[in-house]
């Protein structure tokens, strides 16, 4: 029998936390899934373990492959995957025991969403929980205001633009359950950009799918100094050149999926300002003397920089920061094509207060 979820496990020499991870699993409130387990040749006695788990589960099936790092590593398992849904499980986080049950009737009361996105919770390599810091300072939060505490519809491609500022809106892949027909429509994860290339694939996934928040449940994140992202050197001008590229190769596929009248308008004037954009800010954030900012910006000022004059905005007068700014810029794009509201609240959706 289909089974409702697919649970794709990728792992490479993450033993340590593997005990941990698949409890998470196991203790699932929902039962109907299959367990796909691909690990990447691990040294660390990660695949005894898994063989010794395979054995006992019949939901489970496990295999090798070659290395293909993160997030290439996950699409072994995506393209093994027969459930209506797919949970891409990172083998060193984590997440609640009602995750899969009420992500998954989320998706099934909203048919018109292929993706269900949770709040993010970070626990260090030990499993001790972090500040919150996603609840004040993400993209997503920022573009979302009161919104963030309730459960609420995201309509395509406003997810998708938010990216355009160069920052991902969805920070870790276990806050996502994915119906499975869209990879169909967009393609799955690729080893191309390397550990920051899940950007890559939300950028695509918010360009194409509406999304529906619950901020019922959350999805876990162990931050620790082994994980892939950890070598990303975000910040870099590498790093940026990279994102550079995911967006420029995002905004070119879109057009496979998007009416015309949206792509035309993205691919001639708001990805070209949003590059203009992520450029000034890039300046800014270069110089690290304050002097040295303040001249570049002022330089840009007077040289009549619409993203200089924005900045200035934003600082000296309605304190707002440049995720929020940059949402209210998306938003504009969006009514000047006619897309209605691009946030819906969920009929009968409380506001959750914060614990």
Known sequence: ????????????????????????????????WELLVYDSHSDDGAWEFIQELAAVEPRMRAWQGPREGTPGSWTPCIREARGEYVYIATSDDTMPPDFLQTMSDALDAHPECDLAHAPLR?????????????????????????????????????????????????????????????????????????????????????????????????????????????????????????IERMIGDAVHACANWLPAAIVERLQREWAPEAARWRAFKRGV??????VRRRAYVMRHLLSGSPAAWEHAADKLLSGRSCEESFSRRARRWLHSTHVGPVLVACPCSATLSRS
């Open 1 to 32: 029998m289909t089974p409702k979820i697919s649970i794709c496990v990728p792992n490479l020499n993450t033993r340590s936390y593997l005990s941990h991870r698949f409890q998470t699993i196991f203790e699932q409130s929902c039962g109907d």
């Open 122 to 242: 970070a626990i260090d390599e030990w499993g001790h929980e972090l500040a919150d810091w996603w609840s004040d300072d993400s993209v997503f939060c920022r573009s979302s205001g009161a919104l963030a505490r309730r459960r609420h519809l995201r309509r395509a491609p406003f997810d998708g633009l938010l990216h355009l500022a160069g920052i991902s809106v969805y920070i870790s892949i276990t806050q996502l359950l994915i119906r499975r027909t869209l990879f169909d429509r967009i393609g799955l994860f690729e080893s191309t950009w390397g550990s920051i290339g899940d950007f890559h694939w939300s950028m695509r996934a918010g360009l194409a799918a509406n999304t529906v928040h619950v901020p019922e449940t959350w999805g876990g994140w162990r931050i620790h100094r082994t994980q892939a992202t950890a070598a990303a050197h975000i910040g870099s001008a590498g790093h940026a050149e990279k």
């Open 285 to 290: 954030a270069d110089r690290e003397r304050a």
